[in-house]
Each structure stands twice: as C-alpha cells, then as structure tokens.
C-alpha cells in the first residue's frame, strides 16, 4: 500500500515503463492511483504493463509504442498518437527510466558501441523531454531522469555507460536552471545496483566476449555495492519528484565519494579502488 499519495489521480508518464525499475515506478504510481502514460518499444510488453498498472490501483492508463531513439525517422509508431496526446494532457510528472549498461574496458569500445550508448541513455531522455516541454510548463510539473551512480563516479568494468550517465547528469543539472523560470522540477535520481531476477547474469555473454574477468559480469561491474530494493527505491523516488528534490543519491553514502573527486582525487580513486572485489 502507498504511504504517501502525492501523485493521486494526477497524470504520470513513464518512459520505459514496461519492463525493469520504470516497471516498478509504473507500479508504485499506480499504488497512488495516478492516472498513468507508458512509453516503450514492445507493443506486447506494454499491454502487460498496462494490465500491471490497473491491477495495482491505476486511475487510467494509456500505452505508446515508439522507439525514442529515432523521433524525426520512425513515421512506424505512435509518435503522431503521442505528440497528440501530450498536446491535450497537462502531465504532472515526466519518469525518463530509458537507459542500458555495458560491460566493457573503454580501449574495446568502439565509437558505435559509445554512440549507441548515448542513444540509450541521453538521446532518449532528450527526446522525451523536448517533446513534453509544452505539457509540463502548462502544469508547472515535475521530470525525473534516471540517472546512475555511474554518472557521478568512473564505474569499473563499464566505462562507456559511465560516460554516457555523466552525459544524463549534465542534461538533468543544466535543464533544471534552464525551466526553473517554468516552474518545472527536474530531479536526477542516481541509483547504484538495484535488485533484479536477472542480477548478475545479464551482462555474462558481453563480459565474456570481452574476455573480462567474472567480477565484471557482477552487479556495479563488480563494486562492493549492497543491491537496492526497487519497491523502496521507487517510493523516494516518487517523493522526491513531490518534494521537488534536485538530486537524489541511493546509497546517499555515495554522493560524499562524487563530491571529493574533484578536490582529492589522489583519495577518492583510492576509495573507488577499495569498494572494487578483488
Ligand atoms: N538495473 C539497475 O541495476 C540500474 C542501476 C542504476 C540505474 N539504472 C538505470 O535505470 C533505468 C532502467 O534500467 P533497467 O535495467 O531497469 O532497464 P530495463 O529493464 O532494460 O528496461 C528498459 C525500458 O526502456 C524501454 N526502452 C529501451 N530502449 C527504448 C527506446 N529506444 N525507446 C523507447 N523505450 C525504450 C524498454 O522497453 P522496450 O525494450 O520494449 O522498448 C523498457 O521498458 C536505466 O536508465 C538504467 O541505466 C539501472
């Protein structure tokens, strides 16, 4: 059962909503009986989200099926059937949970293996938002991106996704002075590992064909990290956009790690290298 019921019967939208952590957000929205909008390629996978949203309490809810990657060219989707509708919706809360991590040292990377990670965890984001702006400025709402603490601090065994998440930072910091003058919040939520059925072997056939060491198949590319609960990770999640936080860090111990890299780095990548397995 919700605890707080800040999101009642206001419109949220959550992008990348059919699957993983922006599955939990649908369904801790709906718990508040928020009227729902889900955005996501899987036209299947949607129609399951939606049904999980009902279930737990959802006010409405309604699907797009669109690659957000590709706005200009995919005339395929519902980016016509999305445009339209966020013209006659006010939404209340904008959730960018679009993203994918790799395995990988950064000399293997190839500049399409980094362009694609980009698209995956900046162009998307940045995609949404453009086309939302009108709709959010009209509510004065609230846009959540999530973000990493691969975005604050290098990350082990995923270095390509660690640039592309301090990309998401920077959007999320920047954009926030930018529509502050519109009344519209812009939160960045960076989580470390969160908790899934599939914690662990995900990235195995990636690491493996990178002939890295089994550590780097681990959650956090290998880093001591306890596993985030989803279900109370998406609670402060929500609180946070309601309370219009700017940032939120989880393990909040971790932000004091990004905040003196820049002052001791000599320390904090003896820190960094200490949280690594060995
Ligand atoms: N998992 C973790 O431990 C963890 C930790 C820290 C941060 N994060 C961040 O949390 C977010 C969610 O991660 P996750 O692992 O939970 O993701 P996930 O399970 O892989 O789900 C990704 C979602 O995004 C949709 N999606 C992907 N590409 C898309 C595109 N081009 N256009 C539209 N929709 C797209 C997917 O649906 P379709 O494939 O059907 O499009 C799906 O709904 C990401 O930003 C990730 O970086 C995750």
New binding site residues.
């Given amino acids: 059962m919700a605890k707080s019921l800040s999101w009642l019967g206001r419109q949220v939208l959550v992008?990348?909503?059919?699957?993983?952590?922006?599955?939990h957000l649908v369904i801790a929205a709906a718990r508040q009986k928020a009227k729902i909008a889900i955005?996501?390629?899987?036209a299947n996978?949607?129609d399951e989200a939606r049904s999980i949203a009902l279930k737990h309490g959802a006010a409405s809810v309604v699907c797009f099926s669109?690659?957000?990657?590709y706005l200009d060219s995919n005339t395929n989707d519902d980016s016509g059937k999305l445009e339209q509708w966020l013209s006659e919706n006010d939404v209340a809360l904008l959730i960018n949970?679009?993203?994918?991590?790799d395995r990988g040292l950064l000399e293997q990377l190839n500049s399409k293996d980094l362009i694609s990670l980009f698209?995956?965890?900046v162009l998307?984001t940045w995609n949404m938002i453009q086309l939302a702006l009108h709709s959010l400025k009209r509510s004065k709402g609230s846009i959540v991106n999530?973000?990493?603490?691969?975005g604050l601090v290098s990350a082990p065994n995923m270095g390509g996704?660690s640039i592309a998440?301090f990309g998401l930072t920077a959007l999320s910091r920047q954009l926030r002075l930018e529509l502050a003058k519109d009344e519209v919040s812009v939160t960045l939520v960076c989580?470390?590992?969160?908790d899934?059925d599939d914690?662990g072997n995900r990235y195995q056939s990636l690491a493996k064909s990178r002939g890295l060491s089994d550590n780097a198949t681990a959650?956090?590319g290998g880093a001591k990290l306890r596993l985030?609960d989803p279900e109370k990770l998406c609670e402060k999640i929500l609180d946070a956009a309601s309370q219009r936080r700017k940032e939120l860090v989880c393990p909040a111990k971790a932000k004091w790690l990004a905040a003196i890299m820049p002052i001791w780095p000599n320390l904090a990548d003896r820190i960094l290298r200490s949280v690594l397995k060995s």
């Fill in positions: 992008c990348g909503g059919s699957s993983g952590l922006g599955l955005a996501g390629r899987d996978r949607l669109i690659d957000l990657r949970a679009i993203g994918r991590s698209e995956d965890n998307c999530i973000g990493s603490l691969a996704y998440k989580p470390g590992p969160i899934r914690s959650p956090a985030l």
